[in-house]
């Protein structure tokens, strides 16, 4: 499955934008689905996963009640409502598919990889 993010831009603190990540190849049904960010100079980290069916959801507790991440299976696509967007929000954000049943957030846990997204918030 082929993964492509977008939606990302500059924004102020307290703004939101919302991500999308459209895949192809295969339908994302059979797939866990997650997001990943890596701010300059520090590690890819985990920020939000969604099961297959979208009835299970996990967050890093730095976007707990601020992020919501959901899921159209019907338009292959997965998505990333950021809302009161804060200054160490910035990092390229990356969308990840994972064979598997539950959700989880082990970075090699993720088989395939979509190219990031730039998300800028200014403060």
């Known amino acids: 499955v082929q993964l492509q993010a977008s939606g990302g831009g500059l924004v102020q603190a307290g703004d939101s934008l919302k991500l999308s990540c459209a895949a192809s190849g295969r339908t994302i049904s059979t797939y866990v689905l997650g997001w990943f960010r890596q701010a300059p100079g520090k590690e890819r980290e985990f920020v939000a996963g969604?099961?297959?069916?979208?009835?299970?959801?996990d967050y890093a507790d730095s976007v707990k009640g601020r992020f919501t991440i959901d899921r159209n299976n019907a338009k292959n696509t997965v998505y990333l409502q950021m809302n009161s967007l804060k200054p160490e929000d910035t990092a390229v954000y990356y969308c990840?598919?994972?064979?598997?049943?539950?959700?989880?957030?082990?970075?090699?846990?993720?088989?395939?990889w979509g190219k990031g997204t730039k998300v800028t918030v200014s403060s």
């Open positions: 969604i099961s297959r069916s979208g009835g299970s959801t």
């Open positions: 990840a598919a994972e064979f598997g049943t539950a959700v989880v957030r082990p970075i090699y846990e993720y088989e395939y």
